[in-house]
Every structure is written in structure tokens, then in C-alpha cells.
């Protein structure tokens, strides 16, 4: 298993948990926009060390999704902007632009600390 891109959630906002009965998280670096800030996770901006495709895995705090669906602009945003959706309902085209769609499973529980990578089989 070759890890392509890892971090880990720095900070909370306030209204995180506002998401979880949609199955889906939002990740943004320090630049995280006033009106967005209190709904997101806020991690460092890192690059991938490869692409990030459908077939690979959103490995958080140790338990594996499979990538379903990448919207064009996903990694890009990530590397840039530290900003991507992960959303757990399995759909096989993007539903966004900037979302990592994984296999539908219950949405782990983030907090400070939680790691999250990208892996490849």
C-alpha cells in the first residue's frame, strides 16, 4: 500500500456536525472562507504525490473507503486550497465538482488529531 497523500485535521469548526446526517465532511486549509469556516475540519494544504482516482482509498484513522467517484476540480481544490468534500453515499460519477465520492458506510467520527491519507493498493 503506497500512501499519495496524508494530513491531519488541525482544527474543528463550530457547526461540523451540522453534515452528519448527510454522510459527508468538509476539509479546508487556514483560508477557509468566513462563511464556510464553522462547517469544515481544517487541515494543512499538501500535495498529492500522484493523481487521485476512483479504484484508490480515503483511509481515515485507520479505517478504508474506496474512491467511487472524483470531481474534476477535487484535487486540485485539495492542493491548493487544503478544500475537498468526501461524501459517503458510493456514487460512481462526481456529484460535485470538488467532492471525493467514497463507497456508501457509516461516516467515521473526526476530531483534532484524526489522520487522514489517500492510498493506493
Known amino acids: 500500500m ?3 497523500y496524508n494530513n491531519k485535521v488541525k482544527s ?3 457547526l461540523v456536525d451540522s453534515f452528519e446526517g448527510e454522510s459527508m465532511f468538509i ?3 487556514d ?3 468566513d462563511t464556510l469556516k464553522d462547517f469544515c475540519y481544517g487541515i494543512d494544504v499538501k500535495n498529492a504525490t500522484e493523481e487521485i482516482k476512483p479504484g484508490q482509498f480515503v483511509v481515515i484513522a485507520g479505517a478504508k473507503f474506496k474512491i467511487t467517484a472524483l470531481g474534476d476540480i ?3 481544490n485539495l492542493e491548493s486550497l487544503g478544500h475537498v468534500t468526501i461524501s459517503f453515499d458510493g456514487a460512481t460519477a462526481a456529484t460535485l465538482p470538488g467532492t471525493i ?3 456508501k458506510a457509516d461516516m467515521p467520527k473526526l476530531d483534532i488529531g484524526t489522520e487522514i491519507s489517500i492510498v493506493t493498493e
Open 2 to 4: 503506497a500512501v499519495i
Open 74 to 76: 477535487a484535487q486540485r
Open 12 to 14: 474543528k469548526g463550530a
Open 27 to 29: 476539509l479546508f486549509g
Open 101 to 103: 465520492n467514497v463507497e
Open 31 to 33: 483560508n477557509a472562507p
